[in-house]
């Protein structure tokens, strides 16, 4: 296999409720930022990460649909779909062709239109990512098997209430330097915790919110970044996936994440660094007891000690190991499909010291973890500035 | 990359309108038939194609859910989405994981559940496939837009209504020979020129159905398919992939299938075989009309003489080269993600000389062409039993 690096990236211009612009033009409008900062002007092969097109926009057959309004048309194109991971697993997809040698120059874009649904339909969208003939038809959803999830995690591990905060306090200071950030400004502890209750122990503050949005990534041979790119080449060290039950009370722990466990554990020994190596990484932030069950997931800290990460500065801008720069999906934005690329679009400019105010000093290693549902499917990246 | 082959298929019992079980159960059926006749007891990775779990069963997420009743949690899982190519480009992505190295053995499952739903709701989810903010929002579906397909056709050719007729008697006769078959009965040309008009030309009788099925194949290098096998080994030759626009409008000519003749070109050239040497082929009739264009991109005819292949008797059982032989989409059903996969299967199981009364003799070499929507993208694949 070949070493494959990350030639360019780009975001839309700013994620949020973007009810002027369909599902085409949001991910066209992040990959031609892609060209732009690869300075490329073909591609061979295409991935788009996305959740539901059917449910959100009533459109499947993303691929022809994404290549024909970029102007790739001809070209494979493939979309590639596994819940709230969707992107990171299309990216996934990406470096296995490049490494394989199939294709030199790959795009992979992740996109989500969530707003031009009601609440309710959005909220019945997500649920499509729990297993709907057994937990969406006794009608929980997302918020419900987080908030199970959280509870567990206070009982056995005495995480408190206001630990919790300090994850959506802490990414929303970083999303608050993010000019895409759906929800650019900062929040006190006082404001999540007097933020309505969505579901016990989770309130408003606590959950990302819906957003449309799209990311894109161009991968290429490594040789080949160290010989056209004028940046700092971003290698891809590892790239893991792993599943597990989809049901959140088919688990015999709720408080333990299995794939991204298991996906980390493959993804360190892939690229031979440890999570002591990392500079900065983008996690799974969708409600703020994720962040907290990631860095356990991860060996970032011990297990059962998520809680205290936040609240200890550690996980902050400055911190041993800045978790969420981008401000997160809490902050950020979590137009589920495009989240996975998102991230990795995070870590590379970290990896090239263009992230601006929320830079990461001396960051040369980072890694994504993007996860589906309660952590059904989970991807992780590492990558180093060579 | 490594040389790869088919090491066992299966499909579930029977396609058609299977309301007593469930889109999971449907695919472990299939799954388990091709762990059985691979003779293996695990796997490594795993690809599921689906068109759209989210309009037929309000699932998405479907690799983690298929994994996990599967019994194979924690490995990694994909779905791969392409319309009604979501079974071949499904295959595609094995494909490639297993030549890169990354796996060994890769199950590669396609499965719809589209019975659950009422039959607007069935034709609104297909019509996904094709460009719903311009086709769709027209009131467009994909009967009428094979009607503009066969009606452009029947003018610049002079195809007549009697040859398209007369693919949907073939494949019924393929059909009747096929105990999976969702309509394994044979029709009269009567039948055909008789049935209820769709969209002129199109009658009920050149439609392929509404289907619940599934389909698997598991992959793995040539050199181990070689020592493992006690079965003839299917080689995977070539595998090629392209798209075009996604609207129908869009294109210069209607009766021209670009993506098929790009994707059929570039498996010709990975494979060394040109369309002469080919022992049999199971091609994309999701409407008689679309059976025709296609013998015309993968040139096993001339340009124009698609409808004369059925006529002449050339791609019948026993003529030159016996197309769909299981009974297509036509006669063994339609379940969309499924379909690629179910090509594949008969496939292997023609060059394994498995295919019992509708057994090509001598059949070698074989090729598999799955579309989505109008040829909005398109994956040939081409297989030699070595």
Known sequence: MRDVAVLGVGLNKKW?????????????EAALNAFDDAAVDHIDSMYVGCMTGGM???????GSLMAD?????????????????????????????????????????GVEKMTDVSGDEATHALASAADMEYEGYQGIT????????????MHQFGTTREQLARVAVKNHKHGAMNPVAQFSFEVTLSD???????????????????????????????????KISKKPVVKVLASAQASDTI????????????????????AYKMAGKGPHDLHVAELHDCFTIAEIM????????????????????????????????????KAKGHPVGATGVGQIVEIALQLRGEAGPRQVKGARVGLTQNMGGTGGSSVVHIFEAV
Chains 1, 2 share one sequence.
């Not at 990534?217 to 490594?222: E, W």
């Not at 049901?247 to 493959?266: E, F």
Request: hydrophobic share 50%; glycine share 12%; proline share 4%.
């Open 56 to 62: 959100f926009a009533s459109q499947e057959h993303l």
């Open 142 to 153: 997302f918020p419900g098997l987080y908030a199970l999830m959280a509870r567990a995690h």
């Open 294 to 329: 990631v860095l356990e997931a991860l060996a970032l800290v011990e297990r059962g000690k998520g809680g205290q990460a936040a609240e200890s500065g550690m996980t902050a801008l400055g911190g041993k190991i800045p978790v969420n720069t981008s401000g997160g999906l």
């Open 192 to 226: 999540v915790l007097g933020s309505v209750l969505v579901a016990d122990p989770l309130r408003l503050l606590d959950c990302s919110p819906i957003t449309d949005g799209a990311a894109a990534a161009i991968l290429c041979p490594l040789d080949m970044a160290r």
């Open 69 to 109: 309004y970029l102007g790739v048309k001809s070209i494979p194109v493939t979309r590639v779909e596994s819940a709230c991971a969707s992107g990171g697993v299309a990216f996934r997809q990406g470096f296995i062709e490049v490494a394989a040698g199939v294709s030199d120059l790959v795009l992979v874009g």
């Open 247 to 266: 049901a959140l009370h088919s688990r015999k722990d709720l408080t333990w994440l299995a794939s991204t466990a298991k996906a980390a554990a493959g």
């Open 16 to 28: 949020g409720e973007l009810w002027e612009m369909s599902l085409r033009d949001i991910f066209v």
